[in-house]
T-cell receptor, first 114, second 114 residues
């Protein structure tokens, strides 16, 4: 079945550091890929998405590129802020008859210090 | 503003009791989903519905049931609560049939089974 693997955390960075969170996937079809963010005590919010190979999703300074050849969707940000501290989830959806069911990675806790 | 709400936000119950968690959305979305979040596992799909009277089992459906009698609500019932069902539960909804559509998440219910 489909699966998503994220880099082990937690990740601790200083403010203005560069962030990379690795995500790789296994899927039989051509999935859509997502990054969701969860701030403390809240539900998940969509951060960015990409629906086909070579698409780049971007939002709030975060970027991720859909790499079909390496089955990856790594999240990057050039300069993190304290307010970026949260849990980040990579997810995929097969689409088509799957009607949007999401398969999530295990999540990566990010802590940014001033 | 449209939203998705869950109640209660926190619940403590005893082993063997029946528990129902409520989910209500005002987006008028056809698709609704229940996930559980556990450390090291990310979010896992319990049940989902693509419309009124439609329900489907997800990855971890044993011990849970849902029913969909209207568009707005998808209550999740634990027939006989077990300690293994201690978790944080998230409800989500999405509007369209394709995997491209964003899922909107509720704030979560933290359930403790003693």
């Amino acid at each position: 079945g489909d699966s998503v693997t994220q880099m082990e955390g937690p990740v601790t960075l200083s403010e203005e550091a560069f962030l990379t969170i690795n995500c790789t996937y296994t899927a039989t079809g051509y999935p859509s890929l997502f990054w969701y963010v969860q701030y403390p005590g809240e539900g998940l919010q969509l951060l960015l998405k990409a629906t086909k190979a070579d698409d780049k999703g971007s939002n709030k300074g975060f970027e991720a590129t859909y790499r079909k050849e390496t089955t990856s969707f790594h999240l990057e940000k050039g300069s993190v802020q304290v307010s970026d501290s949260a849990v980040y989830f990579c997810a995929l959806s097969e689409g088509g008859t799957s009607y949007g069911k999401l398969t999530f990675g295990q999540g990566t806790i990010l802590t940014v210090h001033p | 503003d449209a939203e998705i709400t869950q109640s209660p936000r926190h619940k403590i119950t005893e082993t063997g009791r029946q528990v129902t968690l409520a989910c209500h959305q005002t987006w008028n979305h056809n698709n609704m989903f229940w996930y559980r979040q556990d450390l090291g596992h990310g979010l896992r799909l319990i049940h989902y519905s693509y419309g009124v009277q439609d329900t489907n089992k997800g990855e971890v459906s044993d011990g849970y049931s849902v029913s969909r009698s209207n568009t707005e609500d998808l209550p999740l019932t634990l027939e006989s609560a077990a300690s293994s069902q201690t978790s944080v539960y998230f409800c989500a909804s999405s509007g369209g049939p394709s995997g491209y559509n964003e899922q909107f998440f509720g704030p979560g219910t933290r359930l403790t089974v003693l």
